[in-house]
């Protein structure tokens, strides 16, 4: 997408500007450039993206959705959404581990992911699990111009939990958890990867995210 290179510029800015309050995934579909994974450039969509973005009729790239309420957005419209969101009061805080016993490049390996839960209100609806990829190498238009080492960010890799998450149910001021496993695939960067992890429902979207990055009981091992 041509004009995506201004949408990344926007989501820096917000990142800057809020810090860790905003979490951003980048969900390449449709008319993303698709390479193969025996490549050193590996192709940045995959089906699960492609679900989202058929499943929300995301036609027209780059567009954007904040916190699930704000239906599909222009990146101009971005920073008004997002200010609006974050004045918001929290019914749940979380926090997110990711571990996995190797860094060992070359090799599929299992991530294990814990959820903690400390909900402010009772809440009823589902938790969602992505792993993004950062400072990922690929091609990318801009304009009129094609850059062949443009640098993506927060590029959306799988989803851990199902297309659309989990259940789960919380009572207030009662601490929860949860545990999840996923498979990391040999071709991604483990340095680079991070977990992100949302509370959902259908009426009140987004009610909290967390994102970390993978912690590693062994140092780097080439395969």
Same mark, same amino acid.
């Given at each position: ?67 699930? !309420?704000?239906?599909? =957005?222009?990146?101009?419209?971005? #920073?008004?959404?997002?200010? *609006?969101?974050?004045? @918001? ?76 998450? !989990?259940?789960?149910? =919380?009572?207030?001021?009662?601490? #929860?958890?949860?545990?999840? *496993?996923?498979?990391? @695939? ?38």
């Amino acid at each position: 997408c041509v004009n995506c290179p201004t949408a990344h510029l926007v989501v820096n800015d917000l990142k800057q500007q809020y810090g860790a309050s905003v979490k951003a995934v980048g969900i390449h579909a449709t008319s993303a450039v698709g390479l193969s994974e025996t490549m050193n450039t590996m192709g940045l969509m995959n089906a699960e993206g492609d679900a989202y973005a058929a499943y929300w009729n995301a036609v027209t790239l780059p567009t954007g959705m904040i916190n699930r !309420t704000s239906g599909l =957005l222009d990146y101009d419209k971005w #920073a008004a959404y997002v200010r *609006t969101e974050l004045e @918001k009061e929290p019914k749940l805080k979380m926090h997110l581990t990711a571990k996995m016993d190797t860094l060992t490049e070359g090799v599929d390996s299992l991530i294990n992911i814990t959820v903690d839960y400390e909900p402010i209100a009772n809440i009823d609806g589902k938790i969602q699990i992505w792993i993004t990829e950062n400072e990922i190498t690929a091609p990318q238009m801009s304009g009129s111009s094609y850059i062949l080492d443009y640098q993506h960010n927060h590029v959306f890799r799988a989803h851990v939990n199902g297309t659309w998450g !989990t259940d789960v149910y =919380l009572l207030a001021n009662i601490l #929860a958890n949860q545990c999840f *496993t996923h498979k990391i @695939k040999k071709h991604w960067n483990r340095k680079n990867l991070r977990v992100v992890a949302f509370v959902y429902n259908e009426t009140e979207g987004v009610l909290q995210v967390e994102e970390c990055p993978i912690s590693f009981s062994h140092n780097i091992e080439n395969n």
